[in-house]
């Protein structure tokens, strides 16, 4: 049954490590399961989704010193496409109709990367998930987000992540760090705040596409947020910046 949301096309952004649930790497399939149980109720009252999943469970390229780095990060796009698959298995386990599309072919896997095709499938309500980030190296997966948010006319970007909002300083070394209820893109850039990395921030700034990023570890959250409810936190451009 289809409601009054808030937000009605969505681009969700999930790490690798989220699809690792507490095992920290790899895939904890019982807890996809679950976030694909929240994917399909946002289908059921009318959202349309689409989601870019990183790959960091399994592979970090940036952090491997010893590498090219454009072989580095090929790897970790390939690491984004098994977790697409991955939440491909899960989403289709409860029912739901889903595709993936990947910025780099693999044909006998999942389609390529089609602007008006993933938006066609949106409109026969659909899941897409896009894998392989943009398909370039020295692109994070925060920047293939915001570049498919654009493409695909997203409302809003959902950043699904290990903690409940952005601080003004890390809350598991600072206990003294506030949370911020809303921010805007100039204050995030300006003082460069963990939100998503800087060419992703400035995309959205410049697209006007907002960001809500909260805490993943409850699956519900994706539908409390679609319908405007209060959590994590809110960047958008023109916003005032508020500390809880």
Known sequence: MEEQLVYKRILLKLSGEALSGEKGSGIDFDYVLKV????KKCVEIGAQI????GGGNYWRGRSNKHMDRTRADHIGMLATAMNALTLLDGLTQVGVDARVQTAIEMRQIAEPYIRNRAVR???KGRVVIFGCGTGNPFFSTDTAAALRAAEVDADIIFKAT???GVYTSDP???PSAKKYSELSFID???DELKVMDMPAAAMCNDNNIPILVFDLSDPENIIR???GEKIGTIVHRGGTTHVE
């Open 36 to 39: 694909s149980q929240t994917i």
């Open 50 to 53: 689409t989601i870019v999943v």
């Open 188 to 190: 995030v850039l300006k």
């Open 121 to 123: 499938h949106l409109e």
């Open 172 to 174: 598991k070394k600072d």
């Open 162 to 164: 290990n903690v409940d």
């Open 225 to 227: 947020a679609l319908r």
